[in-house]
């Protein structure tokens, strides 16, 4: 037990350390290219804090264990809604943009309902993975778009300071870290879980999708240091918007991905916290920011969801 529980952990560590490799270095690389700033913010780096999940997700979807695929997705969403949102506003008021309320969390909302009728059959196959992936160029597009009007917020100048050697060496270190992380996790969790006696699936919801949104959550706190509180939403919806559609769209198009036994109360949970977000943003005494009895009451819900999952 103890040793499968530090090959978990040390497969964690290796999928936060080679995300951040990858991005400093395809961002380096990209930035000599010519590609601008804002583009790499929009795409590379964005992305690249996604990396965790993409690894883990697609590893898993290749060996067939799609319990762990689809609570790792439902998993960091849950846990960048409650937990990461309610912790940063419990330690800042956030605020919430007026195209935050308008697209994104929609959008958000939008990804919870496209999940739950694409798994009404207990299954999310190649055509529901052709829809996500659409639904991701459109929220490429739509997010290059709006970071056209709002570039301030997505430069990330010390990331594009690598030399030429360093930034490929970088690159080619991140994925391989992101490769034998993720098939350490995968392994890992599926032994975990038979350990334990628990389903995979909630073993991918908790300790494999919370390391896994390490990034994340690094980015949320790095944005309230720079006091750029309107990134740390913003990081965790895109973040939620990017699992659904790529990385779900790319995993189920390689191998159906099953909807676990259980999976409602995730599915659930996952809509009513998207919901709630939204409402909370449309509150109009609160002047479009998220205070501390929200971020409370959201950590509040993923408190009671983990208990929910340990005791069911």
Do not use: K, W
């Not at 879980?193 to 995979?200: K, T």
């Not at 509180?229 to 895109?238: F, P, S, Y």
């Not at 916290?273 to 920011?289: E, N, Q």
């Amino acid at each position: 037990m103890t040793l499968i529980v530090a090959l978990l952990a040390a497969g964690i560590a290796l999928l936060v350390v080679g995300s951040y490799l990858l991005v400093d270095g395809a961002a380096s690389i990209a930035h000599r290219l010519g590609v601008r700033t804002l583009t790499i913010g929009l795409t590379i780096v964005s992305i690249g804090t996604s990396s965790p999940e993409i690894a883990v997700n697609l590893i898993a979807a290749l060996r067939g264990v799609t319990d762990i695929t689809f609570g790792n997705i439902l998993g960091s969403n849950i846990f960048n809604i409650l937990a990461v949102l309610g912790i940063t506003a419990l330690v800042r008021s956030l605020a919430v943009g007026s195209t935050t309320v308008r697209y994104e969390i929609p959008m958000c909302v939008a990804s919870a309902a496209a999940l739950i009728a694409f798994g009404l059959n207990g299954e999310i196959g190649g055509t529901a993975g052709v829809v996500f992936l659409v639904g991701f160029a459109a929220f490429v597009g739509y997010t290059i778009v709006s970071g056209r009007r709002t570039p301030e917020i997505v430069e990330e100048p010390t990331r594009l300071r690598l030399s030429s050697v360093v930034a490929i060496s970088a690159t080619i270190a991140g994925l391989a870290m992101l490769l034998y992380g993720g098939s350490l996790v995968v392994d890992s969790a599926v032994t975990l879980a038979d350990l334990l006696g628990v389903p995979q699936r909630v073993i991918a919801l908790t300790i494999v999708a919370v390391g896994t949104s390490l990034p994340e959550v690094a980015a949320s706190l790095m944005a309230l240091l720079r006091n750029q509180v309107d990134l740390a939403i913003g990081n965790a919806i895109g973040s939620c918007l990017i699992n659904v559609t790529l990385i779900l769209g790319v995993s189920s198009i390689l191998t159906p991905v099953a909807v676990p036994a259980g999976a409602t109360l995730d599915l659930a949970v996952y809509l009513v916290g998207s919901i709630l977000l939204l409402l909370f943003a449309m509150t109009p005494f609160r002047s479009g920011r998220l205070q501390r009895i929200e971020g409370a009451t959201l950590l509040l819900g993923y408190a009671g969801y983990v208990t929910a999952l340990l005791v069911l």
